[in-house]
């Protein structure tokens, strides 16, 4: 699987590119078709408490999902949208098995 981040308003860092990796490794078993993941990392207001957005974009045979969540951290919000593609996963394959 191809993954792609992009990061907004801030330079990424390693810890967070690992993180990243290891948490998007699961897709490969949901998805045997899996073709790119693409991830857009943004901070919206630097004052702020919960100002790290995340958006998700995944692309596959089998669909095109897609998740947005706002978070405290970067982590928070990479957990967020892909536990909310997950979902989108799971449901369009029990369509698909209906």
């Known amino acids: 699987m191809k993954t792609s981040i992009q990061a907004v308003n801030f330079d990424i860092a390693e810890k967070l590119e690992k993180y990243i990796a290891k948490k998007t490794a699961k897709f490969d078993k949901l998805l045997d078709d899996t073709v790119e993941l693409q991830l857009h990392l943004k901070v919206v207001k630097r004052e702020t408490n919960m100002n790290k957005e995340a958006q998700a974009k995944l692309i596959g045979f089998g669909g095109e ?27 369009h394959k029990e369509k698909q098995r209906s």
């Open 65 to 91: 999902f897609f998740a947005q969540k706002t978070a405290d951290t970067f982590e928070e919000g990479v957990d967020d949208v892909l536990d909310a593609i997950s979902r989108q996963i799971r449901r």
